[in-house]
């Protein structure tokens, strides 16, 4: 009888970074894993590609990109001296894969919408059930994923302010949404890291690399995430849903994929996670790790013609495209503009006022590029000193770490007021 072996160190064509090769037999079995195979159906920008028509990419391929980073990374450090067995970098190659595997659909879009949970906690509970299918075999993964392995650098490697996932998700953004003013110049960042005293940091010579890199994300996120047609596409949604749910938790019929079902009927806890609470032959972590974008767009697309006007309305906003408008403040909407705005909405869409605050969402978003009171960007001096970024760079980085904070309001583009 012919024995047949499978060839599990493939590689991959990416087209923001070319030939991609799968170094451990491990990471190929992951990749096959059904909680991996989810992440092809989640795009990586959310709502995005209805203002950037090019950014259909999901976060499958950023998880292979970032995995691709690391292995460069830890050729570099290697190359340093610093000491990295292969054990440690296999496993802080399988965190970073694994790093958003707990997303919800549409990406950041829903998060702690569908469950009240943010997606790293829900990262870590598929790590973790991953390991014991594995055997045990991502225990050092998850221990650097939580930081609590003894060498810290490789944490740094998967989350800080100069991690893998930042360096491909603008690159790889920027990319796909045709956004140039994300480019960064990730080989020469990657080649100029390395290790002090156990923190990650990078070669003073590195350092117009990382202002750029800074400056990227600052731009990336105002023209890309915080796009403010992004932002009216992504609170659409949100109140699609808060309808759906009020409509399903009145017992009304409401078209749903199971999946999604079990989610808009029930607010779970962290409780129900850790407890491996059973629903319909599942438990919660199995059901979560069904939905994708395919249960919110085609329920979405079915919610157009039910009998509900508001779910109706809100639902046919968002699949053709009517997104409501969108205004950007420098300070909170005040109450008195909100109260004229509940009226006009009253008067010509729902005829219930009760119903009006589906049509006006307000709010505030936040950012600023570098957080320098967390934790900081290390620059080590030709003298083997290590200065912060904010120190050790002959521009003022105020603007990178200053909070911006601006307000919205959002409503449907045939009302308008002063």
Known sequence: MTEYFINKKKIINDPVFGIIHLQSELVFDLIEHPYMQRLRRIKQLGLSYLVYPGA???????????????????????????????????????????????????SH?????????????????????????????????????????????????????????RLDYLSRDSFFTGVAEGIVGIDRIIKMLTVWNDQLAVDYKGIYSIEKFLIARRLMYWQVYFHKTVVSAELLLIHVLKRAREISALGMDLF???????????????QDFFENRQVDGKNIL?????????????????????????????????????????????????????????????????NDRILAPYFLITGEITNNAYNSHTENIKMLLKDGTVKDLSRASDINLSVLTKTVRKYYACYPKELDIN
């Open 109 to 165: 879009a829903l998060e702690n919408s569908l469950v009240k949970i943010s997606h790293e906690k829900i990262s870590l509970w598929m790590m973790s059930e991953l390991n014991r299918q594995f055997n045990g075999k991502l225990q050092l993964a998850i221990e650097i994923f939580k930081n609590q392995y003894k060498k810290q650098f490789l944490h740094q490697l998967v989350a800080s302010q100069l991690d893998m996932d």
């Open 286 to 350: 199995d059901w979560f790790a069904l939905l994708d974008d395919n249960d919110i767009l085609t329920s979405v697309k079915e919610w157009q013609t039910h009998a509900d006007p508001i779910l109706s309305n809100l639902a046919k906003c968002l699949i053709n495209r009517k997104l409501f408008r969108i205004k950007i403040f420098d300070r909170p909407v005040s109450g008195l503009w909100k109260e004229k705005m509940l009226k006009l909405i009253t008067a010509k869409i729902t």
């Open 256 to 270: 749903q994929t199971h999946a999604l079902e079990i989610f808009m009927k029930n607010q779970y806890l962290e």
């Open 56 to 106: 259909n990419h999901t976060r499958f391929e950023h998880a292979i990109g970032t995995s691709h980073l690391m292995r460069q990374a830890i050729s570099v450090l290697r190359m340093k001296g610093h000491e990295i067995t292969d054990d440690e970098a296999d496993a802080v190659t399988l965190a970073i894969l694994l790093h958003d595997i707990g997303h919800a659909p549409f």
